[in-house]
């Protein structure tokens, strides 16, 4: 009896998760490489080409806005 509810009540939950945003679309972004280029998402998919992003913290000692 405990797994039938364990269950049920695991699939009533299970359909009200909620995706962490509610785009429906990507949206166009654009970052910062390290040598400076501003890089935009859409300009690689149009090309045809493959994306990976890869998302890392560093210092911004380097940065042109750092100002100690």
Known sequence: MKKVILITL???LGFNIKAQTSLTEAVDFYSIDDYGREVHLFDILDNGQFV???F???D???SEVFDP
């Open 10 to 12: 695991a699939l009533m």
């Open 52 to 54: 990976f992003m890869y």
């Open 56 to 58: 890392f913290f560093t």
């Open 60 to 62: 911004a000692s380097t």
